[in-house]
Each structure stands twice: as C-alpha cells, then as structure tokens.
C-alpha cells in the first residue's frame, strides 16, 4: 500500500476546519497531521483547542485528538511536516491572501475553501467536474510568484454549487446559456458558527446574505472562463442576477433556476438525459471523493429537499428535479447541494484529490 | 349611528372561515349573524362546531359563539338573514362554482376568497387598490346569468399578492411592465389547517406547492385585463414565470422578483418615489380595512422579514424592500405581506367595503 | 390630567432595554426622557444608536428616536431629568452591583430586571401580585446605605413566572406547599440577543442553560419569605427542583409542574377555581399593567402553547392548564407566560407602577 | 454461510412498516421476502403501493420494490413464506389484537411494534437488555392458546426508552428505585406520518400527547416485573409520574428525570461508572442490532442532544448526561434516544434477534 500524502489544515478550529478535519478522518490518500490555528490555540491538543465549541455531528476523529495545534502565522513550523494545506482561516482579507501566499512560497500546495483569492488572476478557482484544465495554471502561478513547488488553488463560494453542474452539463453537451435568474433559499451553516441567531430564524426567513449575490453572479464567469497569456479570462456571455435567502435550514442550499439559451435549444427530455449521463474527470479517475453519478435528476414532483436529498453521493451529488418549461425564459428547474461537503470542505478535498491523481501533489 | 350589514360566512368552520369570523369581529360596517358550513355541524352552535379544531391565535369571538351553524348547501336558510356571504367553503370546484352561483341567484353578493370562479369570464377577481372598477361588469354578469340582486366576486391567491402592488404602482405612473420571474417563500398557514406535516417542515423546505405557479403566472393578466363585450379580456403582455415554494414560516409570504419593462424605464429613486407615495380608491374611500399607506418601502438591507413586517397595517400593508439592479432584467426587489390577512380573509372583507362603498351593496 | 412621571431606562440599547422602550410608549403613567447605554453610544441619538440591531418586531418609537444616549456610568447626567430609572444593563455582576446603588444614591428609584442584586439582602425582589409588602423594607434599605430617597427594587427570573403565581395562589388560599418539581421549556428570547445559534436550534432542543436551575430553585424562596429586622429570610420550607431546556420557540417559557403539598389537600376542581377566581393588589389598585385576570385556566386538553397563550392579557397573564393528579406528587399541571413581558420588561414596569401607587416614587 | 431466515413486514406501507424495510436492508439474520398491508395496497408492487407516501430519507430499498403487497388479513397467503412477522399495522386495537393472535395462530413469530397487547398478560414486553428472560413466558402463551409453534411478543413504548436502561443499569447494580418524575420533550416522528401540523410545531411546543403519560408510567412496571403462574404480575414498587411534550425535532425523545431511591444511595461517580460499564445480554450474544456499548454517557454540560446524539451506536444506543443532585429526591438527569430506531423498528428487530439468538426462531 502507498504511503498517504501528509496534509495539513489551517484555521482548523473552526467550523470549516472542524469539516475538514471529520472528512479527512479515514481519507484513502491523505493523512492529517499538522493543524494550525490562531496564536490562543498554538501549543493545546486539538481535543482542548475545539473544547467547548466543536459543532460537528460525531465526535473529534481519534487520530487528531493529540495533535498540538501550531500558530498559523508561523509558516515554517509546518515546513516538512506536510506537502498540502487546506486553508479554513477567518481571517481579514488581505491577510488571508498574504498567509496563502506564504504557504504557497514555502512550497506548500494550497486548497483554499476561502474567497480571498478567488479574484486573484492567475489563481484557479475549481471544481473538478468543470474546470479541472484551470489547474494548467499552476505553472505560470508559481513562474508569476517565483514559487518553486507551491501553489494556490481555491475552491468557488457554497451558493453557486446547486446551478454550475447542471448548467455545464449542457454547455458540456453543446448548448449555450446566455442568462440565468436564480434564486438560492441557503441554510444556517453557510454562515459558519455561530451564524444567524435562532430568534432570527424561527417563524422566519431573511432576504439578504451578505456579499452573496456578487460571488453567486461573478464566480460562474471565471470558472467557464480561459486562460490566456497566463491569467484568467472570465466568461462574460452568460449573465447571472441572483437573490439570495437565508431559511431556517441546517444544511443544504436549494436554488430555483430560469435559464434563457442562445441558438439551440435543448429538448425537455433530452436535458434530463444529459443531466442523467454526466460525468466527467473526477468520475473517470475514480477520484475517492468523486460522487458517482455527480447529478441525480429526481423526477418526485416536491423533490428536490434538503432534508431528504442533501446527503446523496455522501453530500457531494448535487440533486435536481422540476425541470420545465419557464413563460419567460426557456426552462426552469431546482437544483440542491450539500453546502458544507460538496459547497465546502468536501469539494476542496476533491480538488486535492484532483491534484495528486494529476501529479500537482505527490 | 348607521345599522350594519348583516353578512354571513359559508364554510364558517373551516380555517380561512375562522379567518373571517375573527377580522369581522368588531368590524364597523358588517356584522356576522349568519354562519354556514357542511352538513356535519349544521344545528350545532359555533362554538360546537369548531371545538377541536379553532386554529386563531385568539379566541371565538363572543358574539358568534352561539350562533346555530346552518347547512351550507340549504341555501334558502340564508335568505332573508343577510345580503352578503363570504365565501370559504372547502369543496370540489364545481361544487363551488354551482353553490356560490346558487347564493348568487337568491340575491345575495357572494365575495369569495376560493380559486373556484377566478377564472370565470364574467366574476371580477379584485384586489381593491388596483381594479375596482372591475366592478362595473357586475351589471353584466346579472344580466347574463339573470340574477337580479345577487353577484359574485372573487379574491386572487394569496402568492401574488406580494408583487401585485408594487409592480400595480409603477403601471399606473405610467412605465410598462414586459416580464417578471419571481419566486415566492410561502408560509404553511396558505395551505389550511392541516397543511404540511411538521416532519416535511422541520430543517426543510419543499419546492412546490401544488397548483400555484400557474395561479401565479395567470391571476395577474385578469387582474390587469380589461372588461370588453360583458367579459373579461386577459392582459396578455405581461409574461411572469413563478417558483413557488414552502418555507418553515407560520404567516407571510415573501416574493423576490425580478422585473423588466418595455419603452421608459424609471430610476431607482422614482420606484421607491412611487411606492412611498402609492395611494388608491380604498384609501381615498377610508375603507375600514385599506391599509394607509398600503405600500411600505424598508430601507434596512435585510428587509422585509415575515416575522418582523407580516403584521405591518394591521396584516393588510405590503412591505417592500432590497430594490436594486438587476444583471439580466432592469430592477429586483423583495415583497411580502400576510398571507392570511391581506391575502386571504382581509383582502375580501377589503372587497365587502369597496362593494358597499359603491353601493353594489346595502 | 396629572403630569407623568419622568424615567430612564439604563443600559437602553439592549434587548432588555428596548422592550422597556416599546411597553413604556404610550404608558399612562410614566414617559420615558432619559436614556443610557455603554460609552460607545453615548452622545448618538436613539434612533442612531440601535441601528442595524433593533430586535423589536415593531419600530422605534417615535418620541425617543431623537433622545441622545448618554453614558450610563454617568450618574450624575441623569440627575434632575427623571426620578425612576429601569436598569438593563449588562455588564458583569459586580460592576451592576455598584452602578445600580450609584443611581439609589444619587436619589432614583431603581427597578432592574438584572439578577445582580437579587440575592441582595436588603433588596426586595418583587411579583407585585405576590409580595407586594416586601417594598416595606425600603426604608430600612435606605437606611442601610445613607439614602436618602432613592432605592434599588428587583424582578425575579423569567424561568419562575410560570409557577410562582400558580403556586403563590393556592398558598393564598391556606394550602401549604412542601416540594416540586419542575422542568421548563424555555423561549430563545430568555438568552437576549444574538442568544442561541440557529444551527443549534433548528431540530434540536439543549437541556441546560447557564445558571437557570439554581435561579429557578433560590430565588422563590425569597419571594415567599419574610422581612426580619431588615433583611429578607428565605422560607426554606419549599423544596424546588428545576430541569431547564431551551426549544426552538421565540417567546413564552412553559413550565411542567409537580407538585406536593403537606397537610392539608386541595380538591382538583377547588385548585381551578382558586386559579380563575385568583386576584391581588396589582389588579386592586387598577395598575396600567396588571392584568385582569392575572391567571388563565384553559380547559383545552392540550394547552397553554406558546404560540397561542403567550399574548394573553397583553403578555401578563400567566396561563394554566392540564391540571391532574399526580402518581407520585399531589398535582401536576402546566403553567406558561410570556418572558420578554411578564418575565422581564413588563414585569419590571408593573412593579414600578406598584412603587408608584403605594408613594414611594413620585 | 447459513441461510437467512425469512421474515414479513405487516402494515409495511406505513411509517414503521417503511422504518423496518429500510433497517432490515441489509440485515445478517433477516431477509425481507414478505410484504402486507391494508387491501387497498394488495396487488401492487412495493415501490407502486408507497409511491408519493415514502418518508424515509432514504429510497425504498432495490430487494423489496418489486414485491406484491398482499392482504394483511388474509394471513394463510403467509404461510409457507416465512416464518416471523414484524407487526406494524394501524388498526383500532381490538382488531389488531386478533389480527396479531390470528398470525401467531399460524405458526408465526410475532414481533409488534404496536401497543394493542403490551397489556396481555401472557405476552412479554421486551427491551432485550432488560428483560431478555420474559421470553421464558412464550411455552406458557402458546399452551395458553393452544398454539403450537407461533407467538407474539411486542415492544414498549417510545417514550419511555429514555430512561429505562439507565434506571435499570442503576437496578441491576443493586439500587432500589422508588419513584421518577418524568418530563418528556418528543420528537413528531413519534407521531408518524402525517403527524403534527407544521403551523402547530412553528414557534411552539405541544405540553400534551394522547395516551403517553399513560404508557410512560405503566409499561415499566410490566418491564420490571416478573412471571408467575404463566402471567406477568407487574413491578408496583416503582411509582412514576410523567410529563410528555411535543417539540419541534424530527427524531430523538428527550427525558428530563428525577428520581428517588430507597435504601442504600448510590453516589454519583458510581452512578456514572455503572452506567460507563453496563452490557448485557444482547451485547454478550453479538445481536446485530445491539449497541456497544448500550449507554453513553456525555460529560459536555449541555448533552445530550437529539441532533448531535440521536445516531450515537446506529440508533440503538441511549445516550445520558447531566447528572446531579436532585433538591427533591436523589439526582436528576437527562436521556435521549432516538424514537424511530431504538424506540421503534430497530428494538423490535433487537428482540427478533434475541428470540433467534435463543432459538425461539429459526
């Protein structure tokens, strides 16, 4: 059996850390064994640093318990420890773009569920069933930054996952979006913890996620996007508008689709069938986090829900259902992701996957 | 001091019929001494009747509390007890299409809150700020049904009410509205007592109600039609595509809509202008139950909230917010209003006034 | 008309402090002039100073949108503006402690609804409808401490409400109570805000909250016992113990009651009619915010509810039900009231209305 | 490999029926090959009789879609296809009562999950940790009947799962219990499907559920109590007064209790021991379904929790915490299980298992 890579996290007491940490527990390629956090975690256990404010579902993975948890800022206490970091950190901006760099610098690959660098020109942002080809990226990346061996890599916002695979299913199968309306109904632990006061949240939903709608309309273009000359160049044909809610929901983003096409137009049936036959590089290189299929079309009426669909694929299928003709644009349908698997840690768990299986990890 | 009307409720002990015994209350101008329902209470006292099965947050009211509940297919049991029925009765829709027409041609004015004569050419679908002079076919309809006194006239569906004003408003200061896709977060009070079951609405929500985005989509264009030759003609320019789905909300339905308009298109201030100074025939006519004003505009980023602006003008106010630009139409916006009040019981008893204002009825 | 009497609210931009804000509207008695919060607000208008946290479901009122906020440490700025000052303040113990005897000694009357001061031995902790007489010690406390006129009066714990009128009712009528006990199902709203998060609440209910038990189980003593030269005892006599969950309800805290009695027994329909026929000096001197009746008894198998009793008399009524024997106790039955009202604000105001139709603040 | 033995499901179209079909998937003992239920049902394939009404949240298992749904009452199409039922039907009691005799009458192994015979006295009332020697009653039923191989023994309620393993680890350990007061906070799957109303479980609790309080405090005593003379003379010794609510979670039963020993008193680390290191018969014999261990006990001070310890051990094990002192009687603590899993299908599976384990089946 081939050793696992050694892989790291950052920010990993936090509520995506504390994902990360749980989805990487019996992981068949990576083993955990470096976790950094901020300055007042550096030097407990991890057991102690999460005391009191571990919010997963099961408990803290044996494995870790023991690990001493090292300063984040402190880069190079990771150095030899690990080959990747996933980065979690909460952090200001601009300090989160200058720690992944420096991570980078050091030769660390980096996979960051974060938005910082989600702008950044020459850093792919990814997921694998789409745009696997923007890792090709990395070497200009490292040639822009005088990296040696490390890199970025990150992973698009949790709102946007319940539309991109079905929409590129069809542009994959040869038809052209030329707009969207979309409107996400988003659940509490999008928001990290503690996130929307439960007094908020009973007999109620609010309208508004900040900064959401502008990543929901933005982040599509680049991942349909090209590289050119080095940097990415966004897709600026297909418009997205986007409104986006917050429902008393613990996890799973539904999202209600119109979408208008240019030139051909699919069939009804044969969208479902496109949908039903996807499949695309994680699926073929039998990645282990891969879902198979990626989409599942179910044809219930009511369906889909996130109480009864988000855990499909292990949380990382994206289900949708209700496909039909719209009065306005062409068709409607409803899409449904598992948020903090498929929209967080776990599709960043992917990209790494993705990476090793391409040689960008070793 | 004026004497009341006498007005009765068929389908008395249903859950919008329990509606309408609590707004009507302590109405000024109508006084409830006529309750009918199905043949299963009839002869029994209100209070009865509904033992069990009262879903108001307050109680009976003490004055209808003793009345015998009537059988609400013996229509000759009403005559001579009052001149106007507010229609909830529970049945298949012909059923109710024959008993609100038999009420009709005993003399009574039948204002109904059920979906089951909406699409009748000659029954005027009212909300009373927009068209009331939908009214004037009412003449018509007693002459083609040759009822001499009697008439019917009948409420939208509550899940359009959230952007029938607003988008009302901008029409009559004169810009034209070309297309809207909207989706709609319903609260379970719309689908009557029992509704959803708690296990479907606890950490979900379900992406379809049945029925109502065709109600959606096609109420408007009669509410916005014309009357023509005795009949009403559908506005068909106006294309709207509906998503409508339930939420984990007690009352109030929230609509996010996107618009778009044809010719002259006004400025972000000038709509929010419009809808501050939006006022119409009810509020001119100080009808009881109008609203004043009838639109609320929020500037808060995150309003309007069912649990926070439902309530607002007593259940009968539409409250506004988030208007911005739209990426593929011109403008989007969030509506919502009390779905039990203004978009039910309240927007007929609305209806009642209007009629008796005008003196269609006495 | 007589002129009202000028107050302050201390500690004003907080949840507390703003439910003392909306029940003193229009109150006939007392008219709010004066408001106080941390440094941090201090010289912002009202209106300013709660921007972007304003948690009440109805806005601002209008006649203190414009007060400017002053520095609650400030004592003296509130000298000469009002004579009465509601404390909701939230600031550690010991800090309350002295800022609260700071105000008594510049001459305020103080009513605070923090727990600070409750174990206090001077100071009476008052349900007006229960030991109304326990403000006799008033004297004594301003003697204690050189006061020359001002005070400190305390409302108990919201988690209590429930049972002490219940309880304190069948007391009054000569039966002795030996033990209970108790588990209540507590609203979010008892945690201020942001309280609980929703992820935590949503299909969940947490069996703990932080130092509620031993409220619910010390604080009825003192209000049951007795002034001895100038100091409160404890009526140690009745045993409580008290289970406290949180739920997903907003507001209203149920409580579910077993209790025993020694010595003599009451019959279960005499213990109804001691509840419906219960009245006391609040009700007596027609206070604005006594409620009549103070008790509720609902014969409905399957009430009080949250949802539907928590309004009942405008919030400060305590309601009753499903009185029945015990197996292992006397009796069981369930008690329910609203904690913002009853259980804090309202319940601060009633005793202050209390305070000032006995003279002890003019 | 030894041969599975062949079970059926009756009242399979239900919400239990539903709950043993998934759970029996893919079970090492028990294949599936017999499905009934109501006539309506009979005749259609498995996955076309619960089309539109499947509630779990996983799909209908692939083994059973294709199986006819037979006639429950036409118990001889049974015979000769397997040899054990698990009961599940919703019926009025006395038919159930007959129609479960009417299986047993035909040889086969009845398991039920519905309350219709936990008063028989010749029927064993099994929670296989507990009272796994209840079973010796079966030679005396069948001779009761004049059957000759058939049985039927059934499982005790939901509510009451909470606490009995942990009231009976402390039994068995020598401690005498004398009396509980018991306040339950249940999940509405309890109540199956459709259950509550959501507008009754939005922002409320329900203090009252039809016919609990009474299961709660007689079935233990059956449970503790021992055979003689071929009958089940219930444990009287214990008294037990319960208090059973209705809150918004969708699976997992919340016990708040106190309770009072008499005699010796154990102390509270011990009770915390014998809860730690309690196994018994079903974990000793490796029952598929047995939890290991049987009770968790959780040292956070805010467990547990339906959401965060409902799957602790698959469903099957109950998970305790916050045990202290009681003012009143002995300590108080808190259980929690989940109601669908351990409290219904999966300990009816347990104790089928344990009659196979000792040959009662085969």
Chains 1, 2, 3, 4 share one sequence.
Not at 280 to 309: C, F, M, N
Request: aromatic share 8%; net charge neutral; glycine share 8%.
């Amino acid at each position: 059996m081939e050793e696992k890579i050694k892989v790291g996290v950052i920010g990993a007491t936090g509520m995506v850390g504390q994902n990360f940490v749980v989805l990487l527990k019996d992981h068949p390629w990576f083993e955990v064994v470096y976790l950094a956090a901020s300055a007042s975690s550096a030097g407990k256990k991890y057991r102690d640093a999460v005391a009191g404010r571990w919010h997963m579902r099961e408990g803290i993975p044996e494995k870790v318990q023991d690990i001493v948890v090292e300063d984040a800022s402190d880069v190079d206490r990771a150095v030899g420890k690990c080959s990747l970091v996933f980065s979690a950190v909460e952090m200001d901006k601009q300090a989160i773009i200058e720690m992944e760099a420096k991570y980078a610098s050091k030769g660390f690959a980096v996979v960051s569920n974060n938005s910082a660098h989600r702008g950044t020109e020459d850093v792919p942002m990814v997921i694998p069933e789409i745009n696997s080809d923007h890792l090709n990226i990395i070497p200009d990346q490292q040639r822009n930054h005088g990296w040696s061996k490390g890199f970025i890599v990150v992973k698009p916002n949790c709102s946007i996952q319940s539309y991109m695979l079905p929409i590129y299913a069809l542009m994959k199968a040869g038809y052209t979006v030329d707009k969207m309306i979309v409107t996400t109904l988003q659940a509490v632990s999008g928001a990290g913890y503690p996130g929307p006061a439960s007094i908020d949240m009973i007999d109620n939903i609010i309208p508004y996620i900040s900064g959401e709608e502008e990543k929901s309309e933005v982040e599509p273009k680049k991942i349909f996007g090209r590289i050119e000359k080095g940097k990415f160049v966004p897709n600026e044909s297909i418009k997205i508008s986007a409104h986006c809610n917050r429902v008393p929901v613990s996890d799973g983003h539904t999202a209600c689709v119109s979408v208008a096409f240019v030139g051909k137009k699919p069939e009804l049936e044969e969208i479902i069938s496109i949908w039903q036959d996807f499949t695309a590089l994680p699926q073929e290189l039998k990645l282990p986090s891969a879902p198979v299929p990626p989409l599942v079309y179910r044809t219930e009426i009511d369906r889909p829900q996130p109480q009864k669909d988000r855990n499909t694929g292990r949380g990382m299928t994206v289900t949708v259902g209700r496909l039909r003709r719209c009065n306005v644009f062409d068709y409607r349908f409803v899409g449904l992701h598992h948020n903090t698997i498929r929209g967080a840690a776990g599709g960043a768990i992917l990209i790494a996957e993705l990476l090793k299986a391409q040689g960008f990890v070793k």
